[in-house]
């Protein structure tokens, strides 16, 4: 197994023969990572698909691509119900593909249906405390509709209640306190084996 504190290699994609044997085991299947926006599930899907030889999608961007609107744009004309409806047929889409890395948007998790198509492959959640994920999306000049308003932390707090115990459903929970995204994706790539032998 690779040491913990590995620098992932990004110019040789799957180079490290510790990564190239876990990525056969894995068979092509695809990996979804979950969390609260801001949790960093782009940021340290790059480099966990890199690391394997896998590809990188971004939902959210596919989303956006689909609808040739942005994602404010989607929930200000068809609200959340109808965001939901398009992430759902995005998701459902992607998951035909395969050798994926997926970073989802946050509340793919609410709809069961989801959950059908998520858990073909496996699911990481991305756990980071509340703290870091409001000081990431304070920071970050992205639209967010869900915590627009006079008082993001309080909305955030009613997120994150809500949506934990979905997030807790993830076949491997990685919990975070603010390092780099390619040590994430090294504590991912750490986690998978014991994943895997329990499939």
Same mark, same amino acid.
């Given at each position: ?6 620098? +992932? ?12 044997t876990? @990525? ?6 695809? +990996?979804?990572l ?22 990188? =999608? ?9 609808? /040739? ?6 929930? /200000? ?9 398009? /992430? ?5 889409? =992607? ?18 249906? $989801?959950?059908? +198509? ?10 980071? *405390?509340? @703290? +870091? ?5 304070v ?5 967010r509709?869900? =915590? $627009?308003? *006079? ?18 459903? @993830? ?9 780099? *995204?390619?040590?994430? @994706?090294?504590?991912?790539?750490t ?9």
């Amino acid at each position: 197994m690779a040491p913990a504190n590995r620098v +992932l290699q990004l110019s040789s994609p799957g180079s490290n023969p510790t990564d190239r044997t876990l @990525a056969e085991r894995l068979g092509g299947i695809n +990996l979804y990572l979950v969390g609260m926006m801001g949790a960093g599930k782009s940021a340290v899907g790059r480099p966990l698909a890199a690391a394997l030889g896998y590809r990188f =999608i971004d939902a959210d961007q596919v989303l956006e691509q689909a609808a /040739e609107r942005t994602i404010p744009e989607v929930f /200000e004309a068809e609200g959340e119900q109808g965001f939901r409806d398009l /992430e759902s047929a995005v998701l459902a889409r =992607i998951a035909s593909w395969h050798s994926l890395v997926v970073a989802t948007g946050g509340g793919v998790v609410l709809r069961s249906e $989801n959950w059908g +198509l998520l858990q073909q492959g496996v699911v990481v959640w991305l756990d980071a *405390p509340e @703290a +870091l994920l409001l000081e990431r999306l304070v920071a970050d000049p992205t639209p967010r509709p869900l =915590i $627009n308003g *006079p008082d993001p932390a309080e909305r955030l707090r009613v997120l994150l209640d809500q949506r934990r115990p979905l997030y807790g459903l @993830a076949d491997l929970q990685i919990e975070q306190d603010g390092r780099p *995204p390619a040590d994430v @994706a090294q504590q991912v790539l750490t986690a998978l084996p014991g994943v895997l032998t329990g499939r």
